[in-house]
């Protein structure tokens, strides 16, 4: 099966109401890198849902990186409580807020190297932030994108920085931007980690895990 097909057929079998916590901040015309990046990090192990509402409640108190810097750690923890690890994610944002404060101006950086020398940043939120901030081609490859890929046989890897080289040479650079959203939205509604839903699917024909486990 062809890249876009792939992602046209993934769009396809999704419903108008499917978002992703990322894809909503990315698009909030107040929104930036910033927001993003701190979104990004409050949603590791953190359900879109609880993500999007405590980046709101923060956003809604506290305004930009110089506040969130100067903000005290347990007002930060309440306003995002709710996501996994607030005590800790609040102390977190915190110190990536002075870094950019201090070391950058204020600004999110655009390079992958800077944003991994940043606390709380690893490949994922790197590429989660290139893309949903800065509208740049990278693939964020978390657990569904990571999924996804070896079930329909795109990929065969154990570790997700090896799926995105492969995801990389597979799909079209002018893709890439695409991925990430319709992979998580296709992972939470279809291809689910337990109980993937295989009758729907619009991809099985082609793909390794059905024609594993039900031919």
Same mark, same amino acid.
């Given at each position: 099966?062809?890249?876009?097909?792939?992602?046209?057929?993934?769009?396809?079998?999704?419903?108008?109401?499917?978002?992703?916590?990322?894809?909503?901040?990315?698009?909030?015309?107040?929104?930036?890198?910033?927001?993003?990046?701190?979104?990004?990090?409050?949603?590791?192990?953190?359900?879109?849902?609880?993500?999007?509402?405590?980046?709101?409640?923060?956003?809604?108190?506290?305004?930009?990186?110089?506040?969130?810097?100067?903000?005290?750690?347990?007002?930060?923890a309440r306003l995002i409580r709710g996501v996994g690890f607030y005590n800790v994610k609040s102390r977190r944002i915190i110190e990536v807020s002075r870094i950019l404060r201090d070391r950058y101006g204020g600004k999110?950086?655009?390079?992958?190297?800077?944003?991994?020398?940043? #606390?709380?940043?690893?490949? !994922?939120?790197? /590429?989660?932030?290139? +893309?949903?901030?800065? =509208?740049?081609?990278?693939? %964020? $490859?978390?657990?569904?994108?990571?999924?996804?890929?070896?079930?329909?046989?795109?990929?065969?890897?154990?570790?997700?920085?090896?799926?995105?080289?492969?995801?990389?040479?597979?799909? #079209?650079?002018?893709?890439? !931007?695409?991925? /990430?959203?319709?992979? +998580?939205?296709?992972? =939470?509604?279809?291809?689910? %980690? $337990?109980?993937?839903?295989?009758?729907?699917?619009?991809?099985?024909?082609?793909?390794?895990?059905?024609?594993?486990?039900?031919?």
């Amino acid at each position: 099966m062809e890249p876009k097909e792939i992602l046209a057929k993934m769009a396809g079998a999704l419903g108008e109401d499917s978002w992703t916590a990322l894809s909503e901040i990315g698009s909030e015309d107040h929104s930036g890198p910033f927001k993003v990046l701190i979104g990004t990090i409050l949603s590791h192990r953190t359900r879109d849902e609880r993500t999007a509402e405590a980046t709101d409640r923060l956003f809604g108190k506290i305004k930009g990186v110089n506040e969130l810097a100067e903000a005290d750690p347990e007002e930060v923890a309440r306003l995002i409580r709710g996501v996994g690890f607030y005590n800790v994610k609040s102390r977190r944002i915190i110190e990536v807020s002075r870094i950019l404060r201090d070391r950058y101006g204020g600004k999110v950086p655009k390079s992958m190297k800077e944003l991994l020398n940043l #606390p709380s940043v690893g490949r !994922k939120t790197a /590429n989660c932030v290139l +893309v949903y901030g800065f =509208k740049i081609d990278a693939i %964020p $490859v978390d657990t569904h994108v990571h999924r996804i890929s070896n079930r329909l046989g795109i990929a065969h890897t154990k570790e997700p920085d090896e799926t995105e080289e492969v995801l990389k040479a597979f799909f #079209p650079r002018k893709l890439w !931007k695409e991925v /990430n959203d319709l992979f +998580v939205r296709y992972g =939470k509604a279809i291809c689910r %980690p $337990v109980g993937p839903k295989c009758g729907v699917c619009p991809l099985r024909e082609g793909c390794e895990y059905y024609m594993k486990i039900h031919c």
